[in-house]
């Protein structure tokens, strides 16, 4: 076998994608059930799948060109950002950027790398300035799951510069997962999946890598493409050990998410006059700070998001009260009673992507210092060891759908390129049991 691919979500499959598609020979080990990692499009027989995971899209790129190729029905996000004051109703898109001149001030503090809400400390403290930076601490914890006093006040203006929340306007009606299903189709009978297969070790040397699995297995090959999540990265054992890459794993966070879809009888918001062409709904005192509606708006259906700290703060642990918690926020940010809103639930969907062994969170983002830590995790080792998901992805892509399909791609051209043997030497059978010395440790991979 040439390679072996950990992780079938969308780094993993770029990376077989782009690896079949020269000839070599490849075997893609999933610990989920399913394929698509992060991405979760569920078809439940409503009007609209439901996107338990990422679903914002970027207008150009490689997600952009798989969905518009697989019929993902790809359609401009249209309407207002609007949030509820003393009463009354402002419209946010009227409101200057005030993310960006705090970031832009901030940046001009100079010196070492620090964290954004230290930053903000030290640059803009000005009471007058009160509200924006509450206005830029919530978008960092919401928009990019962070912590503020963790996240890498460079890494935000990197972002920003690059890729800022507007960058993401469209959505895909078909939903995001046909962009895994097109990754699929690419490699239908071209390589093996084997699902529900946990990769518990590395144990390489240049030209010959072995995984133990679950079950006492072992499969050879003579490289690897590793793409699973940042915390499983870091949890993942190689023999010989990679302290470079742990170094550089330690200089990332991953950030939590509560992501929560509420169905209505009926969107019941709409008959707000102001909030009849609403997009996003924000009430930044509430527990879930952040609202959006579906992509045909008159779908009775409002996704509950809460990020960063708050996402900590609610926990994972009861889904029961997370509804609740979901129904009080709405009801205070429309300004109407709890139990109003209450009477119009008709269902949910939720998945705790925080407490999902296989994930551990929603995506990454860069700690104070870590400017560098994306390349170093990045970095191929003795033309063996090939590394690819979202948290190794440069330009502000991590964590982004994105940065993933980017990510898998440039570590199967690096091994394309490298002077890894085609195959691993001697070659056994492609299974085998694994040594009795070997560890038998829960890391998985997915």
């Not at 072992?218 to 690897?224: D, E, K, N, Q, W």
């Not at 940042?230 to 023999?239: E, Q, Y």
């Not at 009801?331 to 109407?336: D, I, K, V, Y």
């Amino acid at each position: 076998m040439d390679t072996i691919v950990i992780g079938a979500g969308l780094a993993g499959l770029a990376a077989a994608e782009r690896l079949v598609r020269a000839g070599r020979s490849v075997t893609v080990l999933e610990a989920r059930s399913r394929i698509g990692g992060r991405v979760w499009t569920v078809h439940d027989g409503g009007p609209l799948p439901l996107e338990l995971g990422p679903e914002w899209i970027a207008r150009e790129g490689a997600i952009h060109d798989l969905l518009a190729r697989s019929g993902g029905g790809l359609e401009e996000a249209r309407g207002h950002r609007m949030r509820r004051v003393d009463g009354r109703w402002e419209n946010l898109d009227d409101q200057p950027d005030v993310v960006g001149t705090l970031v832009a001030r901030a940046m001009k503090i100079g010196g070492p790398d620090r964290s954004f809400g230290d930053a903000l400390d030290r640059c803009c403290a000005e009471p007058t300035l009160a509200e924006a930076r509450a206005e830029a601490l919530a978008y960092v914890e919401g928009f990019h799951a962070a912590d503020p006093a963790r996240v890498s006040l460079g890494w935000i203006s990197e972002v920003e510069e690059g890729q800022p929340a507007d960058a993401s306007e469209l959505r895909a009606r078909a939903g995001a997962g046909r962009a895994v299903e097109a990754l699929a189709a690419e490699l239908d009978g071209k390589c093996v999946i084997r699902l529900e297969t946990v990769a518990r070790e590395v144990r390489w040397k240049p030209g010959e890598v072995r995984i133990a699995i679950a079950g006492g297995e072992s499969l050879l090959a003579a490289s690897a493409v590793i793409t699973v999540p940042l915390p499983l990265l870091a949890a993942l054992s190689f023999v010989p050990d990679l302290p470079e890459k742990r170094k550089a794993a330690g200089l990332l966070e991953m950030g939590p998410v509560v992501k929560l879809l509420l169905r209505f009888r009926e969107p019941f918001w709409r008959e707000i006059g102001p909030l009849r062409d609403m997009l996003f709904l924000h009430a930044f005192d509430q527990p879930f700070p952040t609202w959006w509606t579906a992509i045909a708006p008159e779908v009775p259906l409002l996704t509950a998001w809460a990020g960063g700290p708050q996402a900590e703060r609610l926990g994972t642990g009861d889904e029961r009260t997370l509804v609740e918690l979901a129904i009080t926020s709405l009801g205070g940010a429309l300004g109407l009673a709890r139990r109003d809103v209450a009477r119009l639930v008709e269902g949910h969907r939720f998945h705790d992507w925080n407490g999902d062994p296989f994930a551990r969170g929603a995506y990454s983002y860069v700690g104070v210092g870590g400017g560098a830590a994306r390349r170093m995790l990045a970095e191929p080792v003795a033309d063996t060891l090939f590394f690819a998901g979202e948290a190794t992805a440069g330009g502000g892509y991590n964590g982004t759908m994105e940065g993933a399909v980017q990510s898998g791609r440039r570590a199967a051209e690096e091994l394309l390129t490298s002077k890894s043997p085609r195959e691993a030497r001697p070659s056994p059978a492609r299974s085998t049991p694994p040594p009795a010395s070997w560890p038998g440790s829960a890391n998985r991979g997915g």
